[in-house]
């Protein structure tokens, strides 16, 4: 549409969602644009609501809306089993399919040099501050089975066998194919990757 700065502005923003190419974000732009005003206005208010209220768990790094998460907070779940994920998304794979009564780890992203993203980038030191305060006796590595998951899993294997020999460092079996992603996962082979998981 020409000579509507306003609506690529909103072209542009949905074409910042992961996924969304050009085409789908003008035919979304054009969506709202079809809406009731008060739609539209709850539709901005709760993208803002959601940026001001969620925030990452100070505990585990998972999103809440309170002091800590659903997850910490709750004594009824086993707190000396820890998976250990990548992203906070990754976590809800696990839950879907209900095998462990867990807590959670999120690291923040996997090492990758070649983006300048090294182990003091990540969550690794409060994971160890975890394993010394709270008694987690396992620890299961979940990482994407990518070249970047694989180094932050052995990295974190190594690390953690140096700081807690103590805790047994589990990883998720090979169910999950090479460059697949968890939230992609379905729930039988995200369950046979967790029975399937292997000490490092």
Do not use: W
């Not at 100070?58 to 250990?84: M, Q, W």
């Not at 709270?134 to 694989?150: D, F, R, S, W, Y």
């Not at 047994?168 to 968890?182: E, F, H, N, Q, V």
Request: proline letters at 6%; one cysteine or more; aromatic letters at 6%.
């Amino acid at each position: 549409m020409k000579d509507l700065p306003s609506f690529e502005l909103l072209v542009d923003s949905f074409a910042k969602l992961p996924g969304v190419g050009r085409k789908s974000a003008e035919r979304m732009a054009s969506a709202v644009l079809d809406m009731p005003q008060e739609d539209a206005e709850q539709f901005s208010k709760s993208l803002i609501d959601a940026k001001n209220r969620i925030h990452p768990c100070p505990n585990c790094g998972l999103f809440t809306e309170k002091d800590t998460c659903f997850y910490c907070a709750d004594e009824s779940r086993d707190h000396s089993l820890c998976i250990v994920v990548a992203r906070p998304k990754d976590a809800d794979a696990f839950e879907k399919i209900g095998v462990l009564n867990c807590v959670y780890h999120v690291l923040g992203g996997l090492l990758n040099p070649a983006k300048g993203i090294g182990p003091e980038d990540l969550a690794i030191d409060h994971l160890v501050e975890r394993i010394q305060n709270e008694g987690i006796k396992e620890i299961v590595l979940a990482m994407n089975p990518t070249i970047e998951g694989e180094t932050t899993s052995l990295f974190l294997a190594h690390a953690l066998a140096a700081v807690a020999p103590e805790v047994k460092i589990t990883r998720l079996g090979y169910g999950l194919p090479m460059g697949a992603s968890l939230d992609y996962a379905d729930a039988l082979t995200l369950q046979k990757a967790l029975e399937g998981r292997k000490s490092l």
